[in-house]
């Protein structure tokens, strides 16, 4: 059943994780702060909590994730009246939330759009987008350590270009893996690095080469065996046939010449047994653009992503299966009912490889919440 989990304010930007025991924890955004309830199996959810007070520059898009012992990280960014910093808090099923750490400290510019990975020991990894003095942008990091805290920030990369939506993994044995966003003379490519335990981060690496569009909105796996895989949005030239032109002379007929058009397509890229595998397409069909992907990982290296479509006169959300040692298979639509436009997609795997997939879909008259689950 649905239930309200917040108080009288007005909230945003959600952001939920589970323990895989029954147990969840939200968190979202308030005027006043960062605001976190907490569902027990068996005793459904609490009263809101307080995670961090916004002081004057206001705290935005927090994150949260558990792990296996019940405790759980947040990250935020928060404004100090001068520039944006990211922040954390840790919870635990005794104390509740402790007292808010700041976790970079690079005053040349804002510090955005965090993201962060959880392992079941309680190590973390947080990246965000930093703004350079310069007026670039870079993409930083820190990691937290399960009794010891958080460490010190560092570049993932700082090449001096314009790095944006990073994304990130972790494996659960102290490495892990970011993607972003880079634009630069060739325009806008997914690039990503790879963190190993105890040597740190590596040099970052082009995901993908074509540079005949755009590439952008990179997500991000990685399972407990080492296996990755990065999926992003593409934007590809294609071929179709164009208008077709009726010929009166002498033999008449009709001749339909070749015209290409752009269009938006979900790629990937996998890594498995120590090397990167070679661009995939995740769909091929070219009926319109797909958007928004989202990716999910299981613990024997098979992936699930959903990304919305055009399906007909709507936009659908579709959904494809990747199989380790065979790839992807056929990319099929969730939905039967085309009552209005499908949006914002979102995925969630068990060890055992069965998904559920939720998005919003307009019926005519409002937009609600939509599930389908994948075996």
């Known amino acids: 059943m649905a239930a309200t989990i917040n108080g009288a304010a007005s909230a945003s930007h959600p952001d939920i994780a589970a323990d895989g025991h029954g147990n969840a924890i939200a968190v979202w955004e308030q005027f006043d702060g960062i605001w976190s309830n907490r569902f027990t199996e068996g005793g459904g959810w609490g009263a809101p909590e307080v995670v961090s007070v916004a002081n004057v520059g206001g705290a935005l898009v927090p994150r949260v994730a558990f792990?296996?012992?019940?405790?759980?990280?947040?990250?935020w960014q928060q404004g100090d009246g001068s520039r944006t910093n990211i922040w954390s808090n840790r919870y635990t099923p005794i104390a509740g939330w402790g007292t808010p750490t700041l976790i970079e400290t690079n005053?040349?510019?804002?510090?955005?759009?965090?993201?962060?990975?959880?392992?079941?020991?309680?190590?973390?990894?947080?990246?965000?987008?930093?703004?350079n003095a310069g007026g670039s942008t870079s993409i930083w990091s820190n990691h937290y350590k399960?009794?010891?805290?958080?460490?010190n920030a560092d570049a993932v990369e700082n090449q001096n270009l314009f790095a944006a939506f990073a994304q990130v993994a972790s494996d659960g044995r102290g490495n892990a893996l970011a993607a972003w966003t880079q634009s630069g003379a060739t325009g806008s490519d997914i690039w990503a690095a790879q963190y190993l335990a105890g040597r740190g981060w590596g040099t970052p690496f082009l995901i993908e080469t074509d540079d005949t569009g755009a590439a952008y909105s990179p997500q991000v796996a990685l399972d407990s065996q080492g296996n990755a895989l990065v999926i992003w949005m593409q934007w590809d030239t294609v071929t179709r046939t164009g208008p077709c032109v009726i010929v009166t002379s002498a033999g008449g007929g009709s001749t339909c010449p070749p015209t290409t058009v752009r269009v938006s397509n979900i790629w990937s890229?996998?890594?498995a047994a120590g090397a990167w595998g070679q661009p995939e397409q995740v769909e091929t069909d070219d009926r319109g653009n797909a958007s928004d992907p989202r990716l999910a990982f299981d613990n024997a290296g098979n992936a699930v992503a959903v990304w919305a479509q055009p399906n007909g006169p709507y936009i659908s959300i579709w959904a494809n299966r990747y199989t380790n040692g065979s790839g992807w298979g056929t990319a099929t639509a969730l939905q039967a009912h085309d009552t209005g436009d499908a949006m914002s997609p979102?995925?969630?795997?068990?060890?055992?490889?069965?998904?559920?997939?939720?998005?919003?879909?307009?019926?005519?008259?409002?937009?609600?919440?939509?599930?389908?689950?994948l075996r």
Do not use: E, M
Request: charged share 20%.
């Open 67 to 75: 792990a296996s012992d019940g405790s759980a990280i947040a990250v």
């Open 269 to 271: 890229r996998r890594y």
């Open 346 to 373: 979102s995925i969630a795997v068990n060890a055992d490889g069965d998904a559920v997939a939720v998005w919003g879909q307009s019926d005519g008259s409002r937009a609600n919440v939509w599930a389908n689950r």
């Open 146 to 151: 399960a009794g010891i805290g958080w460490g």
């Open 107 to 131: 005053n040349d510019g804002d510090a955005q759009d965090p993201r962060l990975a959880v392992d079941p020991s309680g190590d973390a990894v947080a990246v965000w987008r930093q703004t």
